[in-house]
């Protein structure tokens, strides 16, 4: 079955750090580039970061640059985003998703999303 | 960054009835143009990429059209199935890529 399962969300304080995993099956994962996507309560979508299908190239949100790195393990297909430094803004439902194809970068797959929330 | 505008931000539309929405850039994205269908507690589903090519099981009620700076999306006729919130989505110029705000299918 084709899917992404996500975990790793819950609640943090601010200025604490989480990881999110995102595991693939059901395709070739080594094959696609991944990415993040997030959205806050109530709000719209939000890109929040890119990696290559090797790994070796990832971009960044302007608001999340210097504070958040994801990082794939292709030999266990799965992405990671390491969240650091998290704000109140951070606050939202983070969703990995699949390039449908390579440089392509909208998403015909979707993992079902995981609560990040940043609160004291 | 592009910005994206959608408009309106809500529709009322009857079942059966057609429904137009509309997704304006703020510089041209060529073709590079996503439409995308979110249920309450759902992920995004992809309907539209290329501005007018249907993604892989999407039916044919659903269409996209335009190029540049101007994209119209169309339900033909309305399902109970189709009252969602949806997002084009802009990969031409990227990073970042970029999203409408979103428009509200809602019942009229």
């Known amino acids: 079955q084709v899917q992404l399962a996500q975990s790793g969300g819950g609640v943090v304080q601010p200025g604490r750090s989480l990881r999110l995993s995102c595991e693939a099956s059901g395709f070739t994962f080594s094959s696609c580039g991944m990415q993040w996507v997030r959205q806050a309560p109530g709000k719209g979508l939000e890109w929040v970061a890119v990696?290559?299908?090797?790994?070796?190239?990832?971009y960044y949100a302007d608001s999340v640059k210097g504070r958040f790195t994801t990082s794939r393990d292709n030999s266990k297909n799965t992405m990671y985003l390491q969240m650091n430094s998290l704000r109140a803004e951070d606050t939202a439902v983070y969703f990995c998703?699949?390039?449908?194809?390579?440089?392509?970068?909208?998403?015909?797959?979707w993992g079902r999303g995981t609560l990040v929330t940043v609160s004291s | 960054e592009i910005v994206m505008t959608q408009s309106p931000a809500t529709l009322s539309v009857s079942p059966g009835e057609r429904a137009t929405l509309s997704c304006r850039a703020s510089q041209s994205v060529s073709s590079s143009l996503a439409w995308y269908q979110q249920k309450p507690g759902q992920a995004p589903r992809l309907l539209i990429y290329g501005a007018s090519t249907r993604a892989t099981g999407v039916p044919a009620r659903f269409s996209g059209s335009g190029s540049g700076t101007e994209f119209t999306f169309t339900i033909s006729s309305l399902q109970s199935e189709d009252f969602a919130v949806y997002y084009c989505q802009q990969y031409n110029n990227k990073p970042p890529i970029t999203f409408g705000q979103g428009t509200r299918l809602e019942i009229k």
């Open positions: 998703t699949k390039e449908i194809s390579h440089d392509n970068w909208y998403f015909d797959l």
């Open positions: 990696i290559s299908s090797s790994g070796r190239t990832t």
